[in-house]
C-alpha cells in the first residue's frame, strides 16, 4: 500500500477526472428544484448514478419513496463510513441562473435557496471517487451513503434511525452547502418538534344564527393568543412560530374547520416540557370554544452533537484540500451579487475555520441530523458553494448555487470529505479516538426519539405545490 499521503494524491485526481459530471448533476437537480418528498427526479438521478458506479442502492426506504441508501464495501468492509446527502428544495426561492438580481424563472416556485443541490452531488462525487482508490490500493471498509429527502421539513433521519438504517456505521461524515470552508464541533442548533394542530367546530350563518355555530378559526386564534402568554415564561433559548394553513372560506359561514402549523424549539433538556405545555394550550382553546382538536407530529429532532476528535481531523483535511481559486469574472459576480442583495462581503473572500459551538452564538436552527449525531460519531463539512455573505432560505443563495464558484466548492468540498475518509480507513488510532470521545457522549445522553409512537413521514405534504410549479420550471429553457 502506498503513503498516505499517496493515496491523497491519488484520491484528488480522481475527484478532477470525475468532477465535471457531478458538477452537472447539482445543476440538474438545481434546475428540478423538487420540494421535500417530491424530489423524484433528484433522487433518481443521484441512487441511478451511484448504481451504475457500482454501489447496491436501496429506494424507497425506511417509508419514503425518495429515500436511498447506496452501499458498497471492500475486503473486510471495516471501518463503516456513513455519507449524508440531501437535494430538497424550499418554497418561493425561484431564482433565474447568471442573474445577481432578484429574478424567478417562475413567481412563486421552489429554489434551492440552500444549496441541497450542491450537497448531494457533492457526496456522491466523493464515494465514487473513495470507491475507485479504495479498489486500487486494496483498502478494506464500506462506504455507505444516504439519500436523505425532505430535510427542510426535518423530516427523514429520524425516521431512518427507526428503521435501522444506521446500526453498525462506525462513523458519519456530514456536510452542507456554505459561504465558508470550516467545521464545528460541540452542542450546536435546537431541537425541534413540528406539528399541526387540527380544530372542528360546527358551521352556521355567521350574522342569523351564530350561536348554533363552533368556530374552528377562534380555537386556533386562541391557540396562538395563549402561545404567546407562555413566552414570557420559557427559557430564553426557546423559538416559537407558526403559519396558519387552513381557517374559513367566508365571513358569513363560521368555519368548522382550521389548521396551524408550528414549529417549537429549544435545548434539548427544555423541548419537551415546551411542546406539553403547547398542548395544553391546545386543549385551553378547545375547550374554551367547545370544538375537538387534533395533533399530528410531523418531524421531532435533537440539537446536533459535533464530535471534537472527527471535526479536528476534518479541518485538517480542509486545509489540505485548499480553497478554489476564482476568476476575476467569478469575483465580479459574486460583488455584483453582494450589492443587489444587500449582503456582507467581499466577492469570494472567507475563512477556513475549525469552530466550537461553546464559542459561537447561539444558532436557533434546526436540523435532523442532530438524531445522528447520537447514534454515531459526527462532523458537518461547511463547504464553499455560496458567495460569502448569503443566507440560507434566500434567493441570493440559489442564484449562487448553479455558478461556476459553487462547482468549484463541490469539488473542494469531495476532496475533504474524501481525505477526511481516507484517514478514517487507514489510520485505526484517529476512529479509536474519535469513538471513545462519542462513547462519553451517548454515557451522558443515550439517544432517545422524540418521535411519539405512531409517528410517520408527512408524504405528499408538498404534492399539490410542487405539481403547480413542476411543468414551468421543466419547460424554462433560460
Known sequence: MKSLSTEKKAIAEEIQSRQKRFWEISDSIWGYAELGHEEFKSSALLADTLEEAGFSVKRGVAGMPTAFTAVWKNGAGKPVIGFLAEYDALPMLSQKPGTPEQDPIVNGAPGHGCGHNTMGAMQALTVVSLKAIMERHGISGTLKYY????????????????????????????????????????????????????????????????????????????????????????????????????????????PDYARTWYFIRDLDDNLEPHFKWVLDCAKGAALMTQTTYEVKVLAAVHQRYGNRALSELMHENIKA?????????????????????????NGMNYEIALQSADNTPLHGGSSDVGDVTLVAPTATLRFPTR????????????????????????????????????????????????????????????????L??????????????????????????G
Open 387 to 450: 458567495v460569502p455573505g448569503c443566507h440560507s432560505h434566500h434567493w441570493a443563495t440559489t442564484a449562487s448555487s448553479v455558478t461556476s464558484m459553487a462547482r468549484k466548492g463541490i469539488t473542494a468540498g469531495a476532496k475533504a470529505a474524501a481525505f477526511t475518509a481516507c484517514d478514517l480507513l487507514t489510520r485505526p488510532d484517529e476512529l479509536k479516538k474519535i469513538r471513545k470521545e462519542f462513547a462519553g457522549l451517548i454515557k451522558e445522553r443515550p439517544y432517545r426519539s422524540f
Open 147 to 254: 439519500g436523505s429527502p425532505a430535510e427542510e421539513m426535518l423530516v427523514s433521519r429520524p425516521y431512518m434511525i427507526r428503521a435501522g438504517l444506521f446500526k453498525g456505521v462506525d462513523v458519519v461524515l456530514d456536510c452542507h452547502s456554505h459561504d465558508k470552508f470550516s467545521v464545528r464541533h460541540g452542542m450546536e442548533g435546537l431541537g425541534m418538534y413540528s406539528f399541526t394542530v387540527s380544530f372542528r367546530g360546527k358551521t352556521s350563518h355567521s350574522g342569523a344564527s351564530p350561536w348554533e355555530g363552533r368556530s374552528a378559526t377562534d380555537a386556533v386564534e386562541l391557540l396562538h393568543a395563549a402561545t404567546e402568554r407562555i413566552r414570557e415564561h420559557l427559557p430564553t433559548t426557546q423559538r416559537t412560530h407558526w403559519v396558519t394553513l387552513e381557517g374559513g372560506e367566508a365571513p358569513n359561514v363560521v
Open 452 to 477: 411519539p409512537e405512531g409517528a410517520e413521514p408527512p408524504l405528499g405534504w408538498n404534492a399539490a405545490l410542487m405539481e403547480k410549479y413542476r411543468a414551468q420550471l421543466e419547460s424554462w429553457k
Open 321 to 345: 484540500a485548499g480553497k478554489p481559486k476564482y476568476t476575476k469574472e467569478e469575483i465580479g459576480f459574486a460583488q455584483a451579487l453582494q450589492k443587489h442583495a444587500g449582503l456582507k462581503g
